[in-house]
């Protein structure tokens, strides 16, 4: 079954450190979203991509964090500096065709910021 | 205030028990009502999805939208320890949308 994943599952580093957060959307989604599920609450939008193109960003958190899809299929996610306040859970959705489409989501990368 | 708001619970009952999990909204904007359940260490999974106000029924759930209230729930009938989860509800507005702004999830435990 082709869905949503994401890799790695389990990220640890230390304040400080870049990391690369990589999303495998549903082959022949259009549309792929980011977002951030701090422990205990609900996933909170990051940014959207149609295609290859990042149509909305408003909802990075700081310019520590950049998120790209250059080819329109796999995305990167990824944070410089990471800072303890970015332990989360980084979850990414796909949709086929238009972006209010169902979103399908993957398992999610655990980052834990030391 | 947050925009969306959902008890986290955590609710626990008995196997075969009914289940009402609810959410209240402050935005008016919002026309499109989800419900997800989110097992541990795994995304959402789209449950129900509901346009405006009404009922929509699927098996065992059945999620209700009241827009003059603005608060939606969600039914489980029979519930099964596989309903164990956290369930998450969602909403956007217009038809052109994409944004999903979550409340922050209830955890569920069915006991067998």
């Known amino acids: 079954g082709a869905g949503v994943s994401q890799s790695p599952r389990y990220k640890v580093a230390k304040r400080g450190q870049d990391v690369a957060l990589r999303c495998d959307p549903i082959s022949g989604h259009v549309s792929l979203f980011w977002y951030q599920q701090a422990l205990g609450q609900g996933p909170e939008f990051l940014t959207y991509?149609?295609?290859?193109?990042?149509?909305?960003k408003s909802g990075l958190p700081s310019d520590r964090f950049f998120a790209e899809r250059p080819e329109g299929s796999v995305s990167t996610l990824k944070i410089q500096r990471t800072q303890q306040e970015d332990s989360a859970v980084y979850l990414c959705a796909s949709s086929l065709g238009q972006a209010f489409n169902e979103q399908f989501f993957g398992p999610g990368t655990r980052l834990t910021v030391l | 205030q947050k925009e969306v708001e959902q008890d986290p619970g955590p609710l626990s009952v008995p196997e075969g028990a009914i289940v009402s999990l609810n959410c209240t909204y402050s935005?008016?904007?919002?026309?499109?009502f989800m419900w997800y359940r989110q097992y541990s260490r795994k995304g959402p999974e789209l449950l129900m999805y509901t346009y405006s106000s009404g009922n929509k029924e699927d098996g065992r759930f059945t999620a209700q939208v009241d827009k003059s209230s603005k608060y939606i729930s969600l039914f489980i009938r029979d519930s099964q320890p596989s309903d164990s989860a956290t369930y998450l509800c969602?909403?956007?507005?217009?038809?052109?949308?994409?944004?999903?702004?979550f409340g922050k999830g209830t955890k569920l435990s069915v006991i067998p």
């Open positions: 991509f149609q295609n290859e193109a990042q149509l909305d």
């Open positions: 969602a909403m956007r507005s217009g038809a052109g949308s994409y944004q999903l702004t």
């Open positions: 935005n008016s904007a919002f026309q499109y």
